[in-house]
């Protein structure tokens, strides 16, 4: 079991910055990678950044390649996506979530956990 709460959302204008935080607990150290995803009203979820757990490797989506970066603490068991020059089409909620099983790190049905989410509102 892996529990994941995501906070650090909030309102920005268009071009500033957040980050995001995803505090993990339970077994996270035996999943084989953490996203990022979001999902704004009456679209389908969209696959952000996802990081492997032990061996680091990063991938982001085309819309958010060169803006946004995602990193992991050991030491707290937290993943953070920092967000940089955003953009109104931005404004989703944003879920973490883990993989227990190896496969594309980019697909949302790999993931068995999710957290709950936290709004990210970018302004014109």
Partial sequence: QV???ESGGGLVQTGGSLTLSCETSGRIFNSY???W?????GKEREFVAALTWRGLYT???DSV????TISRDNAKNTVYLQMANLKPEDTAVYYC????????????DLYNYWGQGTQVTVSS
């Fill in 3 to 5: 529990q994941l709460v």
């Fill in 33 to 35: 990678a953490v996203g």
């Fill in 37 to 41: 995803f979001r999902q704004d009203q």
């Fill in 59 to 61: 991938t982001f989506s």
């Fill in 65 to 68: 390649k060169g803006r946004f």
């Fill in 97 to 108: 979530a883990a993989a227990m099983n190896s496969g594309t790190i980019s697909f949302p």
